[in-house]
DNA sequence: AGCACA
């Protein structure tokens, strides 16, 4: 899934009805979709067999569609090559990102990946008649940008143009923070706080439940706004709001743990219209919604 | 940084 080579019909899992935009910089688009997020307990899974792609190739294969449609065996293949010995230096830690609209910003880029633990710079490539654009995202280790590329790939970028991200390691690595002669318009955005309180990213600690709880909202978030969110989740029942008191805080019912654990990893840290700052907080709820006390149902 | 409702 996570792994599939992107192409662009593997992502239609996605439904439409998420309206996200981001606050981050005033007077954003409001098309646009900006999905920031933390990371992911998944991307621990990854670093088993974290996927290799020889260093040495060129970036010129980064012409959008960054991967023609694989043959069955690409995933086999793919993984059958990290057991090829590659030197140990240079460890891949840039992302390749595909699939951005022709008019998408070195910000928007920023945005996208500027929360995740080890983001350190990003960089927009777009060639002003072509109607797409693609980026790269330094981290400063794989494991960041394995657990950044697992969180992004997939992701609806623009609903209007239908954009879905194409997030891979990238060929090679950045070599320099400088633009290359062929740039055209290059920007580099480096980190707002590289060095963040690390348990802002703590795992927490709640056992998985198939009700979420929801913080981090801004004032004027309403539920039918998060419902226009989380309803395009697999297994989504209904959201209860909760804002008598200070802060909004959410519950989001799904039918089961496996619904609740894919929703947390999709949308952890998404950006709402309402939000201020940084994106919702997404948690396993510490009861079930609605759950009776001889309702024995999970 | 906050977990209610049945």
């Known amino acids: 899934m996570q792994f599939s080579p992107p192409t662009p019909n593997s992502v239609g899992r996605t439904s439409g009805g998420i309206l996200q935009t981001a606050s981050a910089f005033p007077s954003p688009p409001r098309h646009r979709l900006l999905l920031l997020r933390r990371r992911r307990p998944r991307a621990r899974a990854l670093l088993s067999s974290p996927p290799r792609i020889s260093p040495y190739a060129s970036y010129r ?40 609209p022709g ?31 693609y980026a790269f995202a330094v981290f400063a280790d794989q494991p960041s940008a394995l657990a950044a590329m697992s969180a992004t790939n997939g992701r609806i970028f623009d609903l209007e143009n239908n954009c879905t991200l194409h997030v891979d ?18 920007t580099n955005f480096e980190p707002a706080a590289f060095s963040k309180d690390p348990s802002a990213f703590a795992p927490q600690n709640n056992p998985p439940c198939p009700t979420l709880f929801v913080a981090n909202l801004g004032p004027t978030c309403s539920e039918q706004e998060l419902i226009d969110v989380f309803s395009s989740c697999a297994g989504f029942i209904k959201v209860k709001m909760q804002n008598k008191f200070g802060a909004p805080v959410a519950f989001v019912d799904f039918k089961d743990m496996d619904s609740s654990t894919e929703a947390i990893n999709r949308l952890q840290g998404v950006i709402l219209y309402s939000s201020t700052g940084e994106g919702m907080r997404l948690e396993y709820a510490k009861s079930r919604m609605g759950l009776r006390k001889q309702d024995k149902r999970q």
């Open 103 to 133: 008019d998408a910003k070195a910000r928007e880029v920023y945005n996208l990946f500027r929360d995740f633990p080890g983001y350190v710079s990003s960089h927009l490539r777009t060639s002003g008649k072509s109607s797409q654009a």
């Open 169 to 186: 390691l990238a060929k090679s690595n950045s070599r320099s923070k400088r633009s290359r002669t062929d740039d055209v318009p290059y």
């Open 61 to 100: 294969h980064h012409a959008y569609p960054p991967h023609p449609p694989p043959p069955p065996a690409y995933v086999g293949a793919y993984y059958d090559h990290a057991a090829e010995p590659l030197p140990p230096r240079d460890e891949l830690r840039t992302l390749f990102i595909a699939g951005l």
